[in-house]
């Protein structure tokens, strides 16, 4: 992908004025590192980040560091103290994380103006920092608030040694004395999973799914996870079918390798009780065109997590312009605002009664998805991702 692949969704004098930016930082060298090539947020958004930095002048270096499964394991206990739960953390482990890091040590490139530590992987480097003239930037991903203090404890001296930090929202910046950045992430509009499609192809994956569509589809396109609140979902359709007819679909993936998945799964079954007004659907990895058909289509867009990160999702299904009803945590509070870009809504009952009045006001429907978009369009795409990006790195060639 180029930059001028977007011109007609960002409009050409915008993009005109991201190159100018990049212009003030030709030359220079960004290496990006990180702990896998594919998979996972980071490796998705740097896929295809990387391209455009290179294509508007940037040097890009990306290595992912080498671990050992015992490493990964680590790393994974460090993910979920991040994510609030209670850990073991043995100084053994710790000293594998440093060393592992340490052996890694190589991949640091002298010449780098810039280097990014992407999460808490790679955090380690900056133990072997010593002498490098470049700027490093730690860029977290995850909502690291509730972290376990033994683990923040152990990672805070290396986010310390970095000279600054991005997070994706200002209620996730844990070092607040020292110079940090606030980027949400991004979706692609461009890819398999945004971009327009025709009436034919939205069609074609009805019928390859079964689901037809002469009522009004409520929809959520999830994860099958408790966190995103599944049963609440089918709790909050009952009360909406006993005032307008509709139906409702509940796709998404990851049950088959996460035993969890497969008991959120089989409890949702559970809920909807053949229930022939609701679909649901499990989509093999992979599956961007069928999310995208699905989004399109949908008449209301449910998101009633119970937490979140950013919530793709929601912006996934803001970009195609329908009408969000979500519940205001994490990201979704930035994306949905309230009867401007969406309805937030919380409990059952309240998701309920925001769908239905959003069936019963195609208007209001109509306004709140027209502008959601809009929000999307000016806050949460690829190209505006880069232009956050270089406005940080030539601020920090100027501090
Ligand atoms: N997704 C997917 N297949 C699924 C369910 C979700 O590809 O079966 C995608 C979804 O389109 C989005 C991402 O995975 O791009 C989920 O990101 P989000 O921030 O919404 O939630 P997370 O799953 O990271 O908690």
Known sequence: MKLHDYEEILGKERIHSIKNLASKLEGKTIQHINSTAAGGGVAEIL??????????GLRVIWDVMEGTPEFFRVTKVFHNAFHGQQVEVTQEMMDLYRRVNRRNQDIIRQDADFVILHDQQPLGLTEVRSGHSGTWIWYCHIDPVDCDPRVWNFLRPMVTWCDASVYHLPEYVKDADKRHYIMPPAIDPLAEKNRDLTDQEIESVFDRLGIPRDLPLLMQVSRFDWLKDPIGVVGAFHLVRQEIPCRLVLAGGGASDDPEGVQVLEAVLREAADDPDI????????????INALQRAAAIIIQKSVREGFGLTVTEGL?????????????????VLQEETGLQAQAVEEVASAAVRLLNDPK?????????????????ILPVYLERWLEMLINETQV
């Open 364 to 380: 209001l429907a109509d306004r709140l998805g027209t502008a959601g978009k809009e929000h999307v369009r000016d806050n949460f």
């Open 319 to 335: 970009w195609k312009g329908r009408p969000l009803v979500a519940s205001p945590v994490g990201g979704i509070k930035t994306q």
């Open 47 to 56: 896929k295809r980040l990387v391209p455009l930095m290179e294509d508007v």
């Open 279 to 290: 679909f649901i659907r499990e989509l093999p990895s992979g599956s961007d065109l069928e």
